[in-house]
C-alpha cells in the first residue's frame, strides 16, 4: 500500500498570497496518476488537479499541480477567499487507492 | 448533468447490518468503475470498495474485507454498498464516487451518506 504524507498539516495565509502544499509517496506512483481534492465543510471532495498537473473541468488557472515519482506539489498562485478549505492527494495508479492525510488552509 | 445520490444511512447497533445505495444518472453507468470512499467525523478520507463496470471484479480495504459486499445492477444504475458486522469505528459519512477505467481521478462524488454505530 502507498502511504501518503501530506505536509503541513495546516497552512495560515492571507487572501492573495500563494499557497504551497506537498504530498510524499512511500513509493513511486504508477504513471505519476496522483490527483488533487478540495472539501469544504459539508460538503462532498472535488476533483481540482489530476495526472499530475492537469486541471479538472471549471478549475481556475490559479490553482496548478506538479511533480513526479514520490514528491507532489499543489500550488494556489493567489489565494480567494472561497479557496480556504482542506485539500487532499490521491495516488489512483494501484490498489489499494490511497489519500493523504489532508492539509487545511485557513485564513490568517 | 451527472448525479450521484446515495441513501440507506442511519443508526445501527453494534454488530447489525445496513445496506446503502447508489443512484446514478447524467452519464452511462455501466461504462464506469464506481467506487465508496468513506470519513470519520473530523478525519479524512478513507476508500473502502470498488467494482468494475460490469461487476466482474470488486476489491476491499483490509478494514471491511469479509464483512462488507459491493455490488451494482447496472439495469437499474444503481450501486450498493451491504455492511455486516458493523463497528464503532466504522461511523463515517459514506460517498458514492465516480471512476472512469480504474485507472482514473474520482470526478464525481455524491452528497455522502451518514452511518452512525453505536449501542
Known amino acids: 500500500e502507498i502511504v501518503l504524507t501530506q505536509s503541513p498539516g495546516t497552512l495560515s495565509l492571507s487572501p492573495g498570497e500563494r499557497a504551497t502544499l506537498s504530498c510524499r509517496a512511500s513509493q513511486s506512483v504508477t504513471s505519476n496518476y496522483l490527483a488533487w481534492y478540495q472539501q469544504k465543510p459539508g460538503q462532498a471532495p472535488r476533483l481540482l488537479i489530476y495526472g499530475p498537473s492537469s486541471r479538472a473541468t471549471g478549475i481556475p488557472d490559479r490553482f496548478s499541480g506538479s511533480g513526479s515519482g514520490t514528491d507532489f506539489t499543489l500550488t494556489i498562485s493567489r489565494l480567494e477567499p472561497e479557496d480556504f478549505a482542506v485539500y487532499y492527494c490521491?495516488?489512483?495508479?494501484?490498489?489499494?487507492?490511497?489519500f493523504g492525510q489532508g492539509t487545511k488552509v485557513e485564513i490568517k | 448533468e451527472v448525479q450521484l445520490v446515495e441513501s440507506g444511512g442511519g443508526l445501527v447497533q453494534p454488530g447489525g447490518s445496513l445496506r446503502l445505495s447508489c443512484a446514478a444518472s447524467g452519464f452511462t453507468f455501466s461504462s464506469y468503475w464506481m467506487h465508496w470512499v468513506r470519513q470519520a467525523p473530523g478525519k479524512g478520507l478513507v476508500w473502502v470498495s470498488h467494482v468494475k463496470s460490469d461487476g466482474s471484479s470488486t476489491g476491499y480495504a483490509d478494514s471491511v474485507k469479509g464483512r462488507f459486499t459491493i455490488s451494482r445492477d447496472n439495469a437499474k444504475n444503481t450501486l450498493f454498498l451491504q455492511m455486516n458486522s458493523l463497528r464503532a469505528e466504522d461511523t463515517a459519512v459514506y460517498y458514492c464516487?465516480?471512476?472512469?477505467?480504474?485507472?482514473?481521478?474520482?470526478?464525481?462524488w455524491g452528497q455522502g451518506t451518514l452511518v452512525t454505530v453505536s449501542s
Open positions: 490521491q495516488q489512483y495508479g494501484s490498489s489499494p487507492w490511497t
Open positions: 464516487v465516480r471512476d472512469d477505467i480504474g485507472l482514473s481521478p474520482f470526478d464525481y
